[in-house]
Structure formats: C-alpha cells, structure tokens
C-alpha cells in the first residue's frame, strides 16, 4: 500500500500538465518578500501574512511534485453534470487554476490597501511574474518604511450624557499611545464603546454611528484620532432607556416573526439599529399592550404572562426573565434571558421584541415582549446509528427514545431509551459484542433543593436522576448484566467550563455465561471472579471539564478533563462501626449477603492545539490516570479498570494488546479477550499534525506513545507491575499516517499506523527497524483503523 502511494505521489502523470491546452499555463502560486526601508519594523511577520492572505486565486495543492486533486479531477474525464463519477470530480478533485485567472494589479492595490490598514501609509510594491515550462509564478516585493503610530486619541467636543459615558469608558480602551495605527483596532475600539453603551441603557445605538478622523500632520511618523459622532445618528440611539413592562406570551401563535431553524432550537428577532430604529416613539397610554390581549396575571413587577399561562409554571418564567422593571436596560440581561430561555430545551423558537415608549414627562422607557413557541410537550424518535468504539468493535445500533420535555410543568425533561448493538471486532472472525439497555433519566433544570447564585444565571444548572439496565455478551469472553443509578448536579461556571457532582451511585454486576478458558480461571482464582465482576459499587464522582473550543476555534485551544471516583467508604464505616451486615470466609465484609468495592480513581485529560498555518494544526493530547482498591477490594471492578489501544488510543496496537507493562499473554490468550490486558495505572502521551487538501480530503500524520502498569505485584501478569525508573523502558511507540473525510456531518478516518517499540520485545535496540517493503513486516506491523470522528 505505502508503495503505491509514493508511486502516485512521485507520478509525473499526477503534475497535471498533460491534459493542459496548447496556450494554458499552470498557475503555481505566489510568494511575497517584505523588505524595511531604513530601519527594520517591528512585525514582519504578521505583514507578509496580511498580504498573503489576499492573493487569489490559490494554486492547485501539490505533495512533492504531484497535485493530487488535479489528478482525480482529469481522470474523471467528462462527467455529464451528475452521477458519483461528478460528485468525486467536484468534490474530490478541482480543475486546474489557470495564470490568466490571475489579476496581478488587483492584488497589488488590495496589498496597498491592507498596508494602509495597518498603519504602512507610504509601502511601495512590485511584482515579476516567472514563468517555466507552461507554468508561471508571481513574486511580490513589498519596501516598507516603520508604521505610523497613535500618538494622542481626542473625545468628541459636544457636552452630551452619551460624550461623558464614552470619555468614562476610554478607561479601558484597547488604544494607547505609541501603539501602531491598525483600522481593525479602531474598529474594535469602537465594537467596545458600543457595548459599553448598551449596558447603560443605550439600545439604539450602534457602532456605525461613530468615526475615527486620523491626522497625520503631526509629523515623526504619528498619527493623532480624533474620535466623533457622526452627525447622521438617530436621536433615539444617543438616549438611554429604562425598562418598563416585560410581556411574556407562550400560547403558541407562530407569526411571521419566527424562523425555523429546523432543528428545535431557539431563534429570536429584536429591534436593533441596522434594522432601523423607529421614528414615533409610543406616547405613554396604560401599559400599551398589542390590542385585544389584556394581561393574565402579574408574576413579578412589571412582568405580565399575556397569554399561555398553563404551559410553563410562573416561578420558571419568572427566573428566566433577568430584565427588570425600573433598571436601566443593560445587554448582559436581555443575553441571559435569551440564554436561559433557549437552555430550557422546551421553546421552538424565542422571539424578543423592545419597543421605545416616551411619556409626557419625556422619561425613555422600554417595553420587552417575549413570545415563544412551544416544542412538542412528548416526543418518540427511533435512531439507526453506526457504532466505532475505541476497543476496535464496530457495528449496527439502534435507539428507540421516548420525551417528554415538560413533565411537571416545570421545563423537567423525562426520557426513555431502549438501546441495542450488535458489534463486530475488526480484523477478528468470529468475535462479536451484543448490547442491550435501557435508561431512564430525569433532568430537572435547577439544583435540588439548592440555590447557589455564584453559578452563571444564563447557563442552566441541572439535577439529573437516572436508572439503567444493561447487558453485554462478548462471544469471545463472558456476558454481563449491570443495573446503574445515579444522582447529580451538572453545571456550567462559565461558557467554557463544565461540572458535575453525583454524590450517589449504585452499580451492581451479574456475571453471566463465561467461556471455557474463563470458566478454568474463575474456578481456580474465585477472589478474582469476585472483585472483577461480583462486587457492587456505591460511591460518589466529580468531573471537571475546561474546553476553549464550545465558545469557538481560535489559532490556540486548550480541553482539561479530571474525573475523580471514590466508592465504598460509606458502606465500610456502616459495616465497621455500626455492625451493619458481616463478613464472609474471606474476611471481605458485606452488606445485604454481597461483597462491595473499595476504590479510588482519578484520571486527567490535557490537549492542547495550535494552528500554525491556513490549513494546518497541531494537535497534542497527554492522560494519566490511577485506580487504587484498599480496604474491601484486592482490585478494581472491571468496568474501572484502564485499556490501551485501539483507534482512538495508540493506534499501532490493537486494543487490550498491550501492557500491562512488558506482560506477554500466554500463546492460548494472544487472539482472545484477555482481561489480565487491563491495569490501575495509566500514562499516554499523542501527537497528531493535521493538514487539509481540501474541504473535504484531509490528512494527518501522527505519533502514539504509553502503556498500562498494576500497582502490585501478580504472578500471572509477570512484568506488569509498575517500577520507577523502570516504567520508562516501557512506554510503547508507534507512528503512522491517515486519510479523513469531513462530510460536515460526520468524518470518516482511516489510519494506518505500525509500532515503532513493543515493550513484549526484550531482545533489540529502543527503536524497532522499519522494512516497509518486506511484506512479512507489513502483515505482522501494520495496523489499520477505521473510525468516526476524530481520535482527540
């Protein structure tokens, strides 16, 4: 396989040139050189990429001295505008860009333009166009002099409320002295008085309404801004408003207003500036509600349930609306009530309306009315899903779910799901996963029966309730049915952040059918059976998740994952101190006749990305984990125990084919389920540079390190457990390549990766010799994974 991809990459057939006309050159991109003038500037680097970052057309992408997707689109041939063979045309392939496509005086003025924006009033540029063997290129030469800089910022002159708020906000501008001039910073200087403006009641206005006057005269380089309003704002924008009455209407009348997303989610309308502002304000008459709908019932000051009263309780209105009657209107309010409107998770859309309201006393009020529609009160859906799991199974599954997302009249959501999978283990004949479960959960949007403020209002707290049976047959190994419950709180401090607290959880396991070699083992080593599969568990757990990215992608993100699970302590001190239950012939204490775990576990999960070119990141993940069993247990529950391997772990080894530590199985386990291929102890370490061909066609090359230790010592696991320094010679390595194809909805990965050390082998250097070509080396190396998604 390697060598037939090198030979496509290495083809002269894949250049593209052939299948060119007579008179078509090939364009083969740009390249842009910034040179100082007198002095170096103090960011060359950002310039050149401004300036790259307008050049157009972009070139056909090239590997080596192919261009794959020029070659995918010539071979299609003519394609007659449908059919799979244009579909891969047009979205796997792109026809080739053409020189005569390319306007090299429009990209030289949007160079000038952009260096203007960036404070280089005075850059020259130039270009040669280089030209060989039908193909042509273009280099930019760009002399710059040192950037102009800001020397002094001037407020606007009037002696109005809005200049004086502004002049208080200039506190915290982005602009200083000495600061290189940029446009987008005065854009950005003027997004921030905007918003500055709008907590202050200032809903009309709008950061077009303001205008930077840059003066160069003052010679030296600098640059003074004189910052003004435009003399074409509305008067209406330069007034602040106060909130009157707040109109709640939930009866469900969908209007022109609304918009589906066709997704269930919430959408809204509002007045704003660029829409248009009104001319005739409201004269104060009563409570101006639309004709035909007086008020229902008063739920709060000034806040009016207008119609609808009996779908969602009062008091769950009542916490959703943050604007308040007699306050200032301030953004951040009418934020969370949309937020926390659209978190409940019941409305089909949200639409929220402000209308300007002046009295005979010349007061600017505003009125709020909030109309929603409702979603379906119950709902049953039926998903035919694709499994790919980490431990290589991969298979049908199906979902059957029954809703109801306002139980109690309180946004309590209710669902039933009845789940089943029927899996296969890749690369493996004969092995197969059987699943089936079913899960009731509960989710009641506050903390029962806490009121925490410190939680942020608009990013719903929740408290879920769940139970769940579930059965699982590995044909290969043992079945297994477990009953789960739970109680908890999740809840988000911030947009990025995310806890969860389950202070009580109960699970208990029922080891069914075994196979033969199993059965042996259990039968021999009963205190094995016992702490893997027949123990319960009743204990509490904590997560703690940061993630950058629920906010959006930017050039540099972080993902922190610590999870920390503790069981058994209560059911050790009731059982100690308090005589409840006893103990059995091995000493291990019980409650209602069954032995109970003893554990604690902590795992951590750190990723970090950098994007270090258009279409290029670099993604790096570190986990560590341990489990310690004490008191009640000799070891871990299965279910708790760590895995390595697999497709999204280190993909040069199948999953449970490696560690614990140098541990070797047994010649009759090495093509089984082999559950001494588990640990309390694990460290892996990922590293994954992505690059993109296209929108659709991505590629990924990659590095995997780590493995799995016990804590003690087990004489059927010899070199399992964990030593220091010793563990160091026992991390595996393995690398490898993939293709991904990004549908948007879904992304299929195909990894091929082999070992670069295997800890089994004791005999041999660190790094493990590399036969690409050897065909006995690629059967006994290659590892090839095929998923859903990315591996992190």
Not at 46 to 74: F, G, M
Not at 115 to 139: C, P, W
Not at 445 to 464: K, M, N, Q, S, Y
Request: proline share 6%; with cysteine; hydrophobic share 35%.
């Amino acid at each position: 396989m390697i060598c037939i991809i090198l030979a496509l990459l290495l083809s002269g057939s894949c250049t593209g040139l052939r299948q060119l006309d007579e008179n078509q050159v090939l364009y083969t991109g740009s390249r842009v050189s910034v040179e100082p003038v007198d002095e170096s500037i103090p960011n060359k680097k950002e310039v050149k990429s401004e300036l790259e970052a307008v050049i157009r057309p972009d070139p056909n992408t090239r590997i080596l001295i192919s261009r794959p997707r020029l070659w995918i689109y010539n071979i299609m041939g003519e394609t007659g505008g449908s059919g799979i063979d244009h579909w891969i045309q047009t979205n796997l392939g792109r026809p080739p860009v053409l020189f005569e496509d390319v306007d090299t005086e429009r990209t030289a003025r949007l160079m000038q333009n952009r260096l203007y924006n960036m404070g280089y009033f005075d850059g020259e540029i130039d270009y040669q166009v280089r030209e060989k063997t039908r193909r042509a290129s273009v280099d930019y030469h760009i002399s710059v002099k040192p950037p102009y800089r800001i020397r002094s910022i001037f407020m606007p002159e009037d002696d109005t409320p809005v200049v004086s708020k502004i002049g208080l906000s200039m506190e915290e501008s982005i602009l200083e002295s000495g600061q290189i001039y940029r446009l987008q910073s005065l854009r950005d200087e003027r997004d921030r008085i905007d918003q500055y403006l709008k907590e202050l009641g200032y809903f009309y206005f709008h950061p077009d309404y303001l205008i930077f006057i840059a003066d160069t005269t003052a010679g030296d380089r600098l640059v003074d801004l004189y910052l003004r309003i435009k003399p074409a704002a509305p008067p209406m924008a330069l007034r602040s408003y106060t909130m009157r009455n707040i109109y709640i209407d939930t009866g469900g009348r969908e209007t022109g207003d609304f918009e589906d997303t066709g997704q269930g989610a919430a959408s809204f309308e509002e007045s704003a500036p660029e829409s248009g502002v009104p001319e005739h304000p409201d004269e104060e008459a009563g409570m101006s509600e639309e004709p035909g709908q007086e008020p229902q019932k008063e739920i709060n000051d000034g806040v009016y349930i207008v119609a609808g009263e009996d779908y969602l309780k009062p008091h769950v209105l009542n916490r959703a609306v943050f604007l308040e009657q007699g306050q200032i209107y301030a953004n951040r309010d009418r934020r969370r009530t949309l937020s926390y409107l659209m978190g409940l998770e019941i409305f089909r859309f949200v639409n929220l309306r402000f209308n300007p309201v002046v009295n005979n006393a010349g007061n600017n009020y505003l009125d709020a009315r909030i109309m929603l529609i409702p979603l379906e009160r119950r709902a049953v859906s039926t998903e035919l899903r694709g499994v790919s799991k980490s431990n290589d199974f991969a298979g049908p599954g199906i979902t059957g779910t029954y809703l109801n997302r306002n139980l109690l009249g309180g946004a309590e959501q209710l669902r039933i799901s009845i789940d089943g999978a029927f899996e296969t283990l890749l690369g493996e004949s004969g092995v197969n996963s059987i699943e089936a479960g079913i899960t009731t959960e509960l989710k009641i949007p506050r903390l029962v029966p806490f009121d925490i403020g410190w939680i942020t209002p608009e990013l719903i707290p929740a408290t879920r309730m769940s139970l769940s049976l579930n059965y699982l047959n590995r044909t290969d190994a043992f079945s297994l049915a477990s009953f789960r419950s739970e109680f908890g709180y999740l809840w988000n401090p911030s947009l990025r952040t995310q806890q969860r607290l389950t202070p009580f959880v109960f699970n208990v396991f029922g080891l069914g059918s075994v196979a033969p070699e199993y059965e042996e083992l259990f039968d021999r080593d009963a205190l094995l059976r016992r702490g893997l599969f027949e123990q319960f568990i009743l204990g509490s757990q904590y997560s703690y998740l940061y993630n950058s990215q629920l906010d959006g992608i930017s050039n540099e993100d972080w993902y922190f994952n610590l999870n920390l699970d503790v069981a058994g302590n209560s059911l050790w001190m009731a059982s100690n101190y308090l005589g409840i239950g006893g103990a059995d012939d091995e000493g291990d204490r019980q409650i209602f006749g069954q032995s109970f775990s003893q554990y604690g576990k902590a795992d951590l999960d750190f990723r970090y990305y950098v994007n270090i070119g258009s279409d290029t990141r670099l993604a790096t993940r570190f986990i560590a984990g341990i489990g310690i069993p004490y008191g009640n247990s000799t070891s871990l529950p299965y279910t708790k125990l760590f895995t390595i391997g697999g497709t999204q772990s280190i993909r040069a080894f199948h999953p449970r084919r490696l560690g614990p530590g140098s541990y070797t199985p047994p010649e009759e386990l090495e093509t089984a389920f082999n559950i001494y291929q588990a640990g309390e102890i694990k460290l892996e370490m990922n590293m994954e540079f992505r690059y993109a061909f296209s929108n659709i066609i991505k590629g990924a090359i990659f590095a995997d390190a780590g493995n799995i230790w016990n804590l003690y010592e087990d004489e059927d696991v010899p070199g399992g457990r964990f030593e220091y320094p010793g563990f160091l010679q026992e991390i595996a390595l393995g690398t490898g390549m993939g293709l991904r194809l990004d549908f948007t909805f879904f992304l299929l990965r195909l990894d091929l990766a082999f070992p670069l050390f295997d800890p089994r082998d004791a005999a041999g250097d660190y790094f493990q010799p590399v036969r690409p070509f050897d065909s006995r080396w690629r059967r006994d190396h290659l590892v090839f994974n095929l998923a859903i998604g990315y591996p992190f």
